[in-house]
Structures are given as structure tokens and as C-alpha cells.
């Protein structure tokens, strides 16, 4: 089945360790989203990719960065990681710009020790 | 900015009974309302959408009315059932590239 893909599901990193997570789609879709979901609270966007193009929310944190290698693949890299930094790290994907639904990943449970 | 705000949680029902969940929104222009449903350990399921004043988007047995007199999109269920428990996010989406902006979200338990 066509699908959104996140790795791992469960990730625990130390203070101030770099951390990469990973999101795959079959969808061929332009568009990747990330979003930071804390505990009990609403998903939030970090940034987007259109394509190759980058679009980073304002208030998203320096230490957020993404990489979009190609159609199929996104990651998001976290430089240096702090206790609130904690979240459950959602991936997303649309067909295109506009009023299309996006298709979620099951999500990569970030934990910060 | 815009921003979405939906009836707190926990909502607890017994198995056949109606569901209503409130959600209301702020927006500068004409936003495109959704409903999206979470179950335990999975992502996000989009449930609903509107995309117009007055559009009823339904599935699965839910229905949600666009009415932009009263800024609203609240999520209904005549008869609701145990494989309904969730959480369930409003949300809106406006501007060009699709951003969705979401409510804090209303877990729901059914009880047989």
C-alpha cells in the first residue's frame, strides 16, 4: 500500500546529541511536512518542503533543520537536543499546494534524556 | 493569527449515543475546514473536510457543517461506537502551501 514511513518509531537520544529522523512516502507527493506534536497538546508545524524548496515556519528553533535528498525521502535533524525538545515528531505529505488532504506517518517518538 | 479551538477532552460515552464535539476558528480569509482523527500509537487520519461556507463534509457515520456566520465546524455522530475512541483534531488550513493549523485536540471514550 501507498503509505508514509517514519524511522524508527521510538528514538531516545542524550542532552546535546545530534539526532536525524527519518520519513519516506510512495506517494509521489510534492509536498513534505514535519510537525512537533508535545504531549497532549496540537500538532505544530516546523517546516515544509515544496519540491526542493524550503520553508521554514518562523518561530521553528535554529537547532530544527531538514533535508530533502529527493521525492520520496525527508529527515529532520535535530543539532543539539534539550529536554524540551521531548515529542512525538510527525511526517506529512500532500499531493500539492492548496486545499489537498495530507497523509500522515505514524509518527517517531522523540525521547531526550 | 489563525487559530482553532475545540470543546476540551475527555468526552466519555456510552456505545449508541450521540456525539458532538465543538470547535470554532479564527481566520483572516477563507479557510478550509478538516477533522482528522488519531487512534492509539498511529498517525494522523484525515476524517472530514469542508472547503466552502455551508459544505457538509460526512464519513464514516461523522458529519461536520462549514458555517462561517458563527465561525464554527463542530464534529457530530448520531451513534457513536467503541472502535470510535480517538482523539480528534479540528483544524484549518489557508494559504498557499496547505499549512494546517490545529486545535489541542478532544480524546473521546466509548464504553460498551
Known amino acids: 500500500d501507498a503509505m508514509v514511513i517514519q524511522n524508527p518509531r521510538y528514538q531516545v537520544t542524550q542532552f546535546g546529541k545530534p539526532v536525524t529522523l527519518s520519513c519516506s512516502q510512495t506517494l509521489n507527493h510534492n509536498v513534505m511536512y514535519w510537525y512537533q506534536q508535545k504531549s497532549s497538546q496540537a500538532p505544530k508545524l516546523l517546516f515544509h518542503y515544496y519540491d526542493k524548496d524550503f520553508n521554514n515556519e518562523a518561530d521553528t528553533p535554529d537547532n530544527f533543520q531538514s533535508r530533502r535528498p529527493n521525492t520520496s525521502f525527508c529527515f529532520l535533524d535535530i543539532r543539539s537536543p534539550g529536554l524540551g525538545d521531548a515529542a512525538m515528531y510527525l511526517c506529512?505529505?500532500?499531493?500539492?499546494?492548496?486545499?489537498?488532504?495530507?497523509?500522515f506517518g505514524p509518527g517517531t517518538r522523540l525521547t531526550v534524556t | 493569527g489563525d487559530s482553532v479551538t475545540q470543546m476540551e477532552g475527555p468526552v466519555t460515552l456510552s456505545e449508541e449515543a450521540f456525539l458532538t464535539i465543538n470547535c470554532t476558528y479564527t481566520?483572516?480569509?477563507?479557510?478550509?475546514l478538516f477533522w482528522y482523527v488519531q487512534y492509539p500509537g498511529e498517525g494522523l487520519q484525515l476524517l472530514l473536510k469542508a472547503t466552502k461556507a455551508d459544505d457538509k463534509g460526512s464519513n464514516k457515520g461523522f458529519e461536520a457543517t462549514y458555517r462561517k456566520e458563527t465561525t464554527s465546524f463542530h464534529l457530530e455522530k448520531g451513534s457513536v461506537q467503541v472502535s470510535d475512541s480517538a482523539v480528534y483534531f479540528c483544524?484549518?488550513?489557508?494559504?498557499?502551501?496547505?499549512?494546517?493549523?490545529f486545535g489541542a485536540g478532544t480524546r473521546l471514550a466509548v464504553h460498551p
Open positions: 481566520a483572516t480569509g477563507y479557510p478550509s
Open positions: 506529512a505529505t500532500s499531493r500539492d499546494a492548496g486545499a489537498y488532504e495530507q497523509y
Open positions: 483544524a484549518l488550513s489557508e494559504g498557499g502551501y496547505n499549512k494546517l493549523i
